[in-house]
């Protein structure tokens, strides 16, 4: 059973007086200026760097396996890290955990933009996935405890506003920055945001804790779930070079579960354990869990594609592919704020179930875009997607964490966070999986049929290789009525992949809309808001 907790008690060293607001301090939407700060350095982070990685390469001499570790060193940190983080928040407070995350990650991109060799940019980007697992989940644990429940659901709606923003703007801000500064101006943009962000936190965010807030550490239940999530997570990252069926990718599968089996025996048999499993008995915030990785499945998933669909098929570059991505954007800043009012009047069920829908409906219509698709047409299904997504970022997380005991808001925000994480990787390796299906079983019959060079088994997989994202294989010098021939080839194999592939996001979503229905509000949203004013 969930158990109502009170602010109005304290911590023996918190004070009587700890969990109210005096002055400034404590303000509800001061706090959520300030924690917004911060979760903007860490989701802009998770987009922008794609676009410095070519300067990078040529700047550092970097292969192409150390380009990946820059992305896959910190999504690889960010995801192990996120619950342990958010339990470091429930046991020391999350405005100490957020302000070390804000430090950390402003001094970790500092020491990127200074970095000489691409070892140091790899290993500082680990430490900014480990900082940002830190203030992630403290941000959803502050805000739980600051606003009151008839609050929580708006002010969820701007952090997700600012997620979505922030993620969608990364290519726009980066590709500015690459193209009229440096790569390095992509790292030290954090230092000033972190500076300012450090400071506010220091002056307004205010520490609650709950009185039964956890005092110990489960270290070995620590140990095993990093493991369980580092090999799961990692080899979703190298299943698409390793393949489903070699022996590595199943190891790593295999050794995932049996450490998430371990990891659920200890924590039975732990006083404290890392995540309480009673937790999960709460079956609107198991369906929120499963809500949310569907969701980034069908979402981070189909937008990997959109990005090499904009870039490679229409041959915008990476400031003009986000720009047509502004409706996308657009809808989840108008959307989520509204969808936090309609959750906060209606609940999260009938929300949660039509942005789902909605969801859905986008990702079969982008399902039938076309190499010659006009921008008109993109953006009502861009747009459509962003509507969609609003009520559910929205929605799933005060499910997720307004379902759960105040005491561990923290680990609920790290689930929340982590559940993000292994949908995002997920729908990534399961779409490209399809996507390189369905061009190894077409390419060579298009190719055959449009009467083009034979190639050898070689050339055939590289250029294989090169249509599953949407790229040309035009060899050099090639006359011109050749390089039209191949291009439309290659455009033609990657957008019917493309097509499978969104279709398959579709069927998640709607998947997804029914699971939506078994949610709703957080039997304890109002436990945290005891000592909020606003």
């Known amino acids: 059973m969930t158990r109502q907790i009170s602010l109005d008690k304290q911590l023996p060293d918190q004070g009587a007086a700890a969990g109210r607001p005096s002055g400034l301090r404590g303000h509800p939407w001061l706090t959520l200026f300030a924690v917004a700060l911060g979760v903007m350095m860490v989701t802009l982070d998770g987009t922008i760097v794609a676009v410095a990685n070519p300067a990078i390469t040529d700047e550092l001499h970097a292969s192409l396996a150390q380009v990946q570790w820059i992305t896959n060193g910190y999504l690889l940190a960010l995801a192990v890290s996120l619950i342990t983080a958010g339990k470091l928040g429930d046991r020391f407070g999350h405005r100490q955990t957020f302000l070390i995350g804000i430090a950390g990650f402003a001094a970790s991109s500092a020491a990127i933009g200074l970095s000489s060799s691409v070892e140091f940019v790899i290993g500082f980007r680990v430490a900014q996935g480990v900082f940002g697992a830190l203030l992630m989940p403290a941000a959803l644990g502050l805000l739980r405890a600051t606003f009151p429940a008839e609050k929580l659901n708006m002010a969820i709606g701007i952090w997700s506003m600012v997620i979505g923003a922030s993620t969608a703007g990364g290519p726009i801000v980066g590709g500015l920055l690459v193209e009229h500064v440096n790569w390095q101006s992509v790292f030290f943009i954090n230092v000033p945001v972190g500076v300012i962000a450090l400071g506010f936190g220091l002056f307004i965010l205010l520490d609650h804790r709950a009185e039964n807030a956890p005092r110990s550490f489960d270290v070995v239940g620590i140990l095993l779930l990093s493991a369980a999530m580092f090999s799961l997570i990692w080899s979703l990252i190298k299943a698409s070079e390793w393949g489903w069926g070699d022996s590595k990718t199943l190891l790593f599968l295999a050794g995932s579960l049996i450490c998430f089996a371990l990891f659920a025996f200890w924590e039975t048999r732990v006083a404290e354990p890392l995540v309480p499993l009673g937790m999960f008995r709460s079956l609107p915030l198991s369906a929120g869990v499963v809500l949310m990785v569907l969701m980034a499945f069908a979402f981070m998933g189909g937008l990997f594609f959109v990005t090499f669909y904009l870039q490679n098929v229409h041959g915008m570059s990476p400031v003009d592919s986000g720009l047509h991505l502004l409706p996308l954007t657009g809808m989840m800043i108008v959307g989520s704020p509204l969808a936090g009012l309609a959750i906060t009047k209606i609940g999260p069920r009938l929300p949660l179930i039509a942005g789902m829908v909605a969801t859905a409906v986008a990702c079969f219509g982008m399902s039938r875009l076309t190499p010659d698709t006009g921008t008109v047409t993109m953006s009502v299904w861009f747009g ?38 292994v949908g995002g990787s997920l729908g990534t390796a399961v779409l490209g999986a399809v996507m390189a299906n369905e061009v190894s079983s077409s390419f060579a019959d298009k190719w055959s049929a449009a009467r083009l060079p034979p190639l050898t088994p070689e050339q055939a997989e590289q250029a294989a290789g090169a249509v599953t994202v949407g790229a040309a294989p035009v060899p050099e010098g090639a006359p011109e009525a050749l390089a039209r021939a191949i291009t439309s080839v290659a455009h033609d194999t990657f957008v019917s992949g493309m097509h499978t592939a969104f279709v398959v996001a579709g069927c998640v979503a709607v998947v997804a809309a029914v699971v939506a229905g078994f949610t709703r509000r957080g039997e304890n949203a109002a436990a945290g808001a005891g000592a909020a004013h606003i």
Do not use: H
Request: charged share 5%.
């Open 384 to 421: 459509l997607m962003g509507l969609g997504l609003a009520p559910v970022m929205v929605g799933a997380t005060e499910v997720i964490v307004g379902n759960a005991p105040l005491e561990i808001s923290g680990v609920a925000g790290g689930l929340q966070q982590a559940a993000m994480q």
